[in-house]
């Protein structure tokens, strides 16, 4: 039978992470037992009833089983935790081809049972959680409870080990099978102590055949820890969850498990000579690092790494050091090869110490992190390192090549750090392709030292700081933007245990509010906000950041399929989706989010919401006018619609129509109601002219804006918008300047306006003017301020040109300038290369797929080097930079950029 096809019949549920007092009491009086002739004489008897009443052959997981023996009905054995069990076990076992099942209760287990070459033997809680069959023994004991060596046809299953909650002592299984084991939903509850206090690793689970396969499956160990440093630096140390040595030469498979605050290492698997493959588990605060891991045949597929030690449980002990996610590395064994795919990564809060989520050591060779998220909002922290095979850390020099792949890798979030996002040491012939970087934080993109033949393409590098930097690399890039914005990890991750890690912080359960609003992602990152009258729920998807306030919902959605779901009553406002796409549901309908129109025929909707009066309203339209299938209740044989005529009744639920054209009229023959346009409330009398041809939807007309239109004696407006800090700004025009009565606050006594010159002050308001003709000078005399030129920020540094009468509305300047500089019309796109921070030459060869010219205006000259003229062809240059600066224009993409040096590059993408 196929391993995957036999499972368990119980459910999921959490861990009993603290023993019961009961328990704990029954260990106490462990010491004051007498096992003398009497426990020997249960033990015989039991061995002797195994033939007598074993139920007939078993198979679970592809092991077959000769005999299944109830343990306390065939064995005799004390499910209360009183008489020791472990001598009637080891018997049992050594009878091979035997699977014991335990009911519900707890089990004292003495002393250790060591098992060797013994075939078809298995343990089996038949409880419906696994904490329902225990596992116990005497008070600070440390020890395993079973230690095998080899064997084939080996299950344990469905139960837990219980060390208490002293801190003193643990307990643990070591397994070692040549083929065919399962380790099958166990659970390890209690305090981790350091080693100093008897902490053991709690499974050691190898494969000693090269052909021999292991799986672990729904591991769970989420105690407390008392978490210390390594050994070496304080004489005491933590172990870890699973550890694995060098004799594990077959193939194990770890998934669907759940480690955390773990002290050390929740999984150790650097020294294995066999594959380890884990899989969709779920991994969070673990101290130095979850998974020590890497090599040929290694991967780490579909799991959840989170950091966030601020608010990990108050229970443990200790402070964390270094909670890295994955190190990956081979120890002695210098080996190459395996893959991280379809991770995801959260740093939520974190020591300093720490230095990546993924570190790749000098002990590994190559191997590539795919399809995976990292979301970064603490300082100092990369999201990947990858270090030099020259110099490992931790072990012997890996196999070349050492070339690594980084593929779909998105990595967001507000960390800055002077470390950048992605570093790469001494790796010849890496690629970096289809990923995405989206930082808000102070952060340089991706860094590339002494990485030859690598290439960076179709990738987004969207930081404030260094968007590239390649220190004595020659890196070929095409396809580089820097605006996109970036996939962040899934919304939710569930494994086995029933563990989700990002739980709403409100309980949604079922609701009064009688329609719902479906949010569905479409694989972007997208922020939308919408209002209802009436009360506004978020149900169980809908996650903790997302704010649902008083009607009001501002919140995030990404994923492809993943959805936010809300329930409301009354009217419902227009969803405006501020960043990114994602398809809308009212009811199950899918309508347009500007207008809530369900058909594509129509141009608006109208919602009548009454107050409990019966309403009788008339309402016509140019166009048709049809139910709205989603909105409101369905329209009744009450409500009479004619074409483009409706005569409808209102008087507890709402109507909701749909229509094309205009509203040529509308009244209420009876009662009254609140009428919601696209879904905005519009006042009944002003009803027809909203819709009306040459208006906009909130009923004002074309020629004038609603916030801050310039007045048409004016050319520009300006805004002077302070960060706190007293400024004094000089503004100078050719023509002249007045205040803006709908930017900023009105100019006071301290704002100097004379004509064409304004010297003016700025504090926490903001100024407003408008302006005709250029600006001819502008200046801070004292503070800074941010500027917004018709809207758009500007560079202060750049606001003359950007209003100089050359006829362009952009600022660009003519075919021939007073520097003699050429002309950048249609050349958007900046790049940089700058040297000024080195010390040394840096050569560089760059080709777009369009036009490129040197900014010499911009460009900086600080030695003899940085004279030499710089070979532009078209769309190709090949240059040095010094100490100074190279900035060139150019249209269309990057496609190659090869860079010999230690010169930083940065680009701007202003056409996407």
Known sequence: MAEDTVRTEKGNGDDQNRGTEESKRLLNRRDALKMGAAAAAVGLSSVGTIAGSAAAASERYGISFNRVVNAVDDLGLDPNGNEPIDSAINRAIDRGDTLIEFPPGTYYWKDTIAESGVNNWGIRGLGDHPTDVKFVSDEGASQFLLKVNGGRGILVENFAIDYGFDRQGSLGMLLKANDNMRVQDIHFVGFNPTQGNGAVDNLSPQA?????????????????????????????????????GSKHVGELVIRNSHIENTGTNAIYARAAQGAVKIQDSLFVNNNQTSLRIGGDGCHVKGCRFVVDTDNATDENGGEFINPHAITWETG?????????????????????????????????????????????????????????????????????????????????????????????DNRNGSTIRNSCLQLTGNRDGIYLRNSDNSVIENTNINVTGQATIFDGSSVSTSGITHSDSCPVPDDSFTVGDGTTTSPSTDTYGSSSHPNTLTVTGKGTKTNYEFSATGGLEGQSDVESWDSVDSGNVSAWITNDGDTDTYAFSKALGPVNILEGDA????????????????????????????????????????????????????????????????????TNDIDAVQFSGEVTAFSFTEGGA??????????????????????????????????????????????????????????????EIADHPDLGTPLTQYDSLNGNVLDGWVTNDSDGVQFSGEVTAFSFVEGGATLYL??????????????????????????????????????????????????????????????????????????????????????????????????????????????????????EDNDG
């Open 208 to 244: 000693l055949d090269s052909d021999g396969r292991v799986v672990v499956d729904g591991l769970v160990r989420t105690g407390p820890t008392d978490i210390t440093s390594h050994g070496h630096l304080d004489g005491d140390a933590n172990e870890g969850c699973i550890w694995l």
């Open 332 to 424: 002695r064994r210098g080996d190459k090869g395996g893959y991280i795919e379809d991770c995801d990564f959260i740093y939520k809060s974190a020591p300093s110490k720490t230095t990546a989520a993924v570190w790749v050591d000098g002990s590994a060779g190559e191997m590539a992190i795919r399809n995976s998220r990292f979301q970064m909002d603490v300082d100092g922290i990369a999201a990947v390192r990858i270090d030099n095979p020259r110099d490992p850390r931790l072990g012997t020099t890996g196999e070349r090549p050492w070339g690594v792949t980084l593929d779909g890798v998105s990595v967001t979030g507000s960390s800055s750090g002077s470390a950048p996002a992605i570093r790469i």
């Open 583 to 650: 398809d809308i549901s009212v009811n199950g309908t899918v309508v347009d989010p500007a207008t809530l129109v369900a058909d594509a025929a129509c141009d608006h909707t109208l919602q009548i919401v009454p107050d409990g009066t019966s309403t009788n309203y008339h309402l016509e339209v140019s166009g048709g006018v049809m139910d709205h299938p989603g909105l409101g209740t369905s329209l009744t044989k009450y409500d009479a619609i004619d074409g483009g005529v409706i005569d409808g009744w209102v």
């Open 674 to 735: 609140t009428l919601y346009l696209d879904g905005e409330q519009v006042d009944p009398a002003t009803l027809v002219s909203s819709t009306s041809d040459g208006s906009t939807s909130d009923g004002s007309t074309d020629d004038t804006t609603n916030d801050s239109t310039t007045d048409s004696a004016y050319d520009y407006a300006l805004e002077i918008v302070p960060d706190g800090t007293s400024t004094n700004y000089l503004l100078e025009v050719s023509g």
């Open 790 to 907: 018709d809207g758009e920020q500007v560079d202060p540094s750049t606001l003359v040109s950007k209003t100089s009468n050359d006829g362009t509305s952009d600022g660009s300047t003519d075919d021939s300038t007073s520097d003699g500089s050429t002309d950048t019309t249609g050349l958007p796109n900046v790049i940089t290369m700058d040297g000024s921070e080195t010390k040394r030459v840096t050569g560089y060869e760059i080709t777009v797929t369009g036009e490129l010219e040197k900014d010499t205006a911009n460009s900086v000259s600080a030695s003899s080097w940085d004279d030499l003229t710089d070979e532009v062809d078209g769309s190709t240059v090949v240059g040095v930079v010094d100490e100074g600066i190279d900035r060139f224009r150019f249209s269309g993409d990057i496609e190659m950029l090869n860079v010999n040096g230690k010169a930083s590059v940065s680009f």
